[in-house]
T-cell receptor, first 113, second 112 residues
Framework: NAGVTQTPKFQVLKTGQSMTLQCAQD?????MYWYRQDPGMGLRLIYY???????DKGEVPNGYNVSRLNKREFSLRLESAAPSQTSVYFC????????????FGEGSWLTVV | GENVEQHPSTLSVQEGDSAVIKCTYS??????FPWYKQELGKGPQLIID?????GEKKDQRIAVTLNKTAKHFSLHITETQPEDSAVYFC???????????FGQGTRLTINP
């Protein structure tokens, strides 16, 4: 039972490089989310997809793009990485109705130098 | 938009004592309030949750209370054990927007 799977787990980028974080869930969930976690700031929502075919901005969308490739997959792209994007990134998913558990992946540690 | 404030940011208690973490939220449309525990190097894991039509919920040593009028909710851990040491996050689910907004987290340390 894989749940929410994120890749890669660790990545080091140079400023200006691009990369895509991949996320897949095998629970037939409708909603998927990307959060970033920085020390002392909790988890902040970057983008989310309430259902297949839709995406919306969260609190901190600047510098990121997302694609809901299908119901299972939701990717996060950094077009031109900046040191301020050094963070731990978490993907999450849920059936979407309130009261349904939101499951998180194990995280992706990204360092931009 | 929704804003969730969590206090304290750090909490240290003696093993066997109780720990209380408090959160407030701003959006009255929020109707679901989960609590997550995050251990080092791991993703957040749900430990307990409460819906807006319930005032209190308990699961063994963990309980959550909700005051909708005051827009605050709290996590109570009794008989704390060393394995309770972790970072705890409260969150509020915004109905309609379909998104979960987190508090800043509380680092709980249980001293043996």
């Amino acid at each position: 039972n894989a749940g929410v799977t994120q890749t890669p787990k660790f990545q080091v980028l140079k400023t200006g490089q691009s990369m895509t974080l991949q996320c897949a869930q095998d629970m037939n969930h409708n909603s998927m989310y990307w959060y970033r976690q920085d020390p002392g700031m909790g988890l902040r929502l970057i983008y989310y997809s309430a259902s297949e075919g839709t995406t919306d901005k969260g609190e901190v969308p600047n510098g990121y793009n997302v694609s809901r490739l299908n119901k299972r997959e939701f990717s996060l792209r950094l077009e031109s990485a900046a040191p301020s994007q050094t963070s731990v990134y978490f993907c999450a998913s849920t059936l979407s109705a309130p009261g349904n558990t939101i499951y998180f992946g194990e995280g992706s540690w990204l360092t931009v130098v | 938009g929704e804003n969730v404030e969590q206090h304290p940011s750090t909490l240290s208690v003696q093993e066997g004592d109780s720990a209380v973490i408090k959160c407030t939220y701003s959006d009255s449309a929020s109707n679901y309030f989960p609590w997550y525990k995050q251990e080092l190097g791991k993703g957040p894991q749900l430990i307990i949750d409460i819906r807006s039509n319930v005032g209190e919920k308990k699961d063994q040593r963990i309980a959550v209370t909700l005051n909708k009028t005051a827009k605050h909710f709290s996590l109570h851990i009794t008989e704390t054990q060393p394995e309770d040491s972790a970072v705890y996050f409260c969150a509020a689910f915004v109905q309609g927007a379909q998104k979960l907004v987190f508090g800043q987290g509380t680092r709980l340390t249980i001293n043996p």
